[in-house]
């Protein structure tokens, strides 16, 4: 359906003049006030260097098709309290969505948080305003035309002058924004406008943030007292002794004119780690927990996060990361939404995104056509072998003419092999992982395991053996009790890969393979001795050319395998060890990394 | 006023052409743009691309060269890809498009990968599922906005919707045989 959704960005005019009849049933459903077509109208002549002249003025209502006014902005969202329940539910989800991403990103997730986006919430835009027509340079066809300076941002005085300078009557007008108080927040028509000198300019000044528009200030107060209370709650910490430690400033009983944002920003400050969003999150955050109202989640797969979290703030809900999965998208492109795109939700709902951490242009492997193995008693075809950059499949069918499907199971094993050197790197039961019974004696199965840049670099196999004995002991590893089998080997499935890497050395003789998803450590430092340096340097580094380094690892060895913005996987063998880290890499950049205190160049 | 008549009063008198114009297609224009940046907009920002939009219209109808068999068609060819172009400035997702590109894209009509068949089977689903897809995917009308124009409940537009796309898929893939 994607020659549908981008009908709107591929549409010629003759597709439209085929779409006639939908395009004027859109039309005939739309109608607007006579005060915006009258301003429209009046910006279009303008524009095309025409007279506005008293002929061109609208006579009200005539050409709204309509009896009804078309709506030109949302309904305005009331701002009441949702309460404490609502609030403390947010709260708990963004926790929980925290807590989530610390387990399964060693407990830091790569967070942008978002800028709060005051032109776009909907509690904050400017419904009431009534732009002013330009009328003073409607008779003035041969006044100069200038642009509209840009003036958001700067202190009032400096902006007046500005605009008075460039020729234009000022209409001042003051609303909560978050440009700063004092400060311009925004012009009509905007900077950068063509406008001829004379025209009227509407310039706002910004009075406050933007929370504060409309919004009972005791209520306001005792929200936040909640949200701190809750938080610290969470936190495990009371209120007493918060003020114990922090004295008097941040009195959570007061709901006056003490309140300040400095008061959000410190609790924002306080718990970012926590929430993992800045002071103005928090604010977006605390904001929209006021509003009532649904809205329909946009769909924000395949853009940026940063794009993602301002299409989802816009869109009236609270943006958070939810981790770095790898799927078919461009790498760094959102690949995952927590919610559903269309789906209706509160205003003020977390809505997750995930993005694609890995490249999946590595996966110059092929999808596997197929290979089988057939005697008498036995058939076995495989049926897929692919890779999606992250894991390998492999889909085996097995089907035997004198075996029940439970007699078929734990009799074959598989070994994982690189293909260059034949040292094997994961074996396994077959069936093992996700199984279908298909009948007495056919199994369908997929097996499913982490690519690692050795992989890629070296190629794999598949070997398929037929064990005569196999007592599986569920309290040892697989690999155990497969060694036990006397095995032949059935099926072996090569699998290449192409994917370009580069070979760094350290001084101790270790080697470092770079590739284009990540970075294998040979090492011949043994287990126990890496333990106990992963326990003191727990960090690898990466030195690009030009002396700039970038890192991404945060280890746990408990965890056994550690996962941060990039994933990371280890393995230890009798020789040493090999130690992964996804991520796609510039390896034509990275001049050197340092690894655990050891330099590779 | 029928488009023939607006168009040759837009040849002969661009300044009343042009009045006309705005003033029986404002609401449409008005309604294309603030389906597609009523959330990333002010109202004054959507005020000034449907300016913009009848200009770029206008612009055409003064050159020879661009046959204008449609005002609604061609508005909204124009209308969908000025607001895109604002849409996708507004989240920083692309740099702008110039106003030239804009009308040369649309001029140049872009069906090298011709959208007709898929319009066709569109139109095969019959009404008012073809209005409630062409809505929902040309216009990019949220569910509820369509339920709201066409006098249904949300759910009834999700299941049409949902259906539809099953049936049109199927239509395309039979065509393809």
Redo the contacts between chains.
């Keep these: 359906m994607n020659r549908l959704t981008d009908l709107a960005k591929t549409a010629s005019e003759k597709d439209c003049e085929q779409m006639q009849n939908e395009l004027e049933s859109f039309r005939d459903t739309a109608s607007i006030s006579d005060d915006a077509q009258q301003r429209i109208l009046s910006s279009v002549m303008k524009k095309a260097g025409f007279e506005m002249n008293e002929a061109l003025r609208m006579t009200k209502g005539k050409y709204n098709r309509q009896n009804r006014t078309h709506t030109e902005k949302p309904e305005p969202v009331s701002v009441v309290r949702r309460g404490r329940h609502a609030l403390a539910a947010c709260i708990a989800l963004a926790v929980i969505a925290a807590t989530a991403g610390a387990v399964i990103f060693g407990g830091k997730l790569n967070i942008e948080p978002k800028k709060p986006q005051p032109q776009t919430s909907p509690v904050l835009s400017s419904a009431a305003e009534t732009p002013v027509s330009s009328s003073s340079s409607e008779g003035g066809a041969e006044e100069a035309e200038t642009t509209v300076p840009q003036v958001v941002g700067l202190p009032e005085e400096q902006a007046v002058t500005e605009l008075e300078d460039a020729g234009y009557v000022l209409v001042r007008r003051e609303r909560y924004a978050y440009a700063g108080e004092g400060n311009v927040s925004d012009t009509f028509p905007a900077g950068g406008t063509a406008l001829p000198k004379g025209s009227e300019v509407i310039y706002y000044v910004c009075k406050g943030p933007a929370m504060y528009d409309d919004m009972d200030k005791e209520e306001l107060c005792k929200v936040v007292d909640e949200l701190a209370d809750t938080v610290m709650e969470i936190h495990g910490e009371t209120i007493d002794k918060y003020n114990a430690e922090h004295e008097t400033k941040f009195s959570l009983e007061r709901a006056d004119e003490d309140f300040t944002m400095d008061y959000l920003r410190e609790l924002g400050e306080r718990y970012e780690a926590l929430f993992d969003l800045t002071p103005e999150g928090m604010l977006d955050y605390i904001e929209k927990s006021f509003m009532t109202g649904t809205a329909e989640v946009p769909d924000v797969m395949g853009l940026t996060g940063e794009e993602a979290a301002a299409k989802l703030s816009a869109a009236g809900f609270v943006p958070y990361p939810d981790g770095i999965v790898s799927t078919y998208v461009a790498e760094g492109a959102v690949c995952w939404q927590t919610e559903y795109e269309g789906d209706i939700r509160d205003i003020g709902t977390p809505v997750g995104y995930s993005i694609n951490g890995v490249d999946i242009s590595v996966k110059n492997v092929p999808e596997y056509d197929g290979d089988s193995y057939e005697d008498d008693e036995l058939s076995i075809k495989v049926n897929r072998f692919m890779c999606d950059g992250c894991c390998f499949y492999v889909g085996f069918s097995m089907e035997s003419r004198t075996e029940t499907h439970e007699e078929l199971s734990d009799r074959y094993s598989a070994h994982v092999v690189l293909a260059d050197t034949g040292e094997i790197i994961d074996e396994f039961v077959l069936p093992n992982t996700k199984t279908e019974i298909m009948g007495l004696n056919k199994i369908e199965m997929i097996q499913g395991y982490p690519v690692t840049p050795e992989m890629l670099e070296h190629g794999i196999k598949i070997d398929v053996f037929k064990m005569d004995e196999f007592d599986w002991e569920i309290d040892k590893p697989a690999s155990e009790s497969i060694k036990k089998g006397k095995k032949d080997r059935l099926l072996s499935i090569p699998l290449e890969s192409n994917v370009p890497t580069k070979t760094l050395t350290a001084e101790n003789g270790d080697s470092l393979t770079l590739s284009s998803i990540g970075v294998t450590v040979h090492s011949s430092m043994k287990a126990k001795e890496l333990k106990e340096a992963l326990d003191k340097v727990p960090y690898i580094i990466f030195i690009n050319k030009d002396g700039s380094c970038f890192d991404g690892y945060e280890y746990n060895f408990d965890e056994g395998m550690s996962m941060c913005s990039r994933r990371v996987l280890h393995r230890f063998t009798d020789g040493g060890y090999s130690w992964c880290f996804y991520g796609n890499m510039d390896i034509e950049n990275i001049e050197a990394v340092k690894v655990n205190g050891i330099l590779f160049e | 006023m029928e488009d023939n008549e607006l168009l040759g009063l837009l040849k002969n008198s ?3 052409g ?2 006309a114009v ?7 224009v ?3 743009a ?1 389906t597609r940046l ?8 959507i ?2 691309a ?3 939009i ?2 770029r219209f ?1 612009l055409a109808s003064q050159n020879d060269g661009t046959e ?3 005002v ?3 508005l ?2 124009v209308s ?2 000025h607001c ?1 172009n604002i849409f996708q400035r ?4 692309t740099p702008e498009v110039s106003l030239d590109e804009i009308e040369d894209t ?2 140049e ?3 090298a ?4 068949e ?3 089977a ?1 139109h095969k689903l019959g009404e008012p599922d ?2 409630i ?3 929902r ?8 906005g369509i339920a709201n ?2 006098n249904m409940k ?1 759910n009834t537009v ?1 299941q049409r919707l949902s259906r539809g ?1 099953k049936r ?2 199927k239509i395309l893939e039979e065509g393809m045989r």
């Design positions: 661009p300044q009343e042009l009045a705005v003033k029986q297609y404002s609401a449409y008005y309604k294309i603030y009523g959330r990333v907009c002010s109202r004054e920002d005020e000034e449907v300016s913009d009848f200009m206008f204008i068999r449609s609604c068609a061609y909204a060819a969908q890809r895109i507004q989240i920083k997702r649309v001029s009509e872009i069906s990968e011709s959208n007709y898929l319009i066709d569109v073809s209005d897809i062409i809505r995917y040309y216009f990019g009308q949220p569910v509820s124009d066409l949300s999700s796309l049109l898929k």
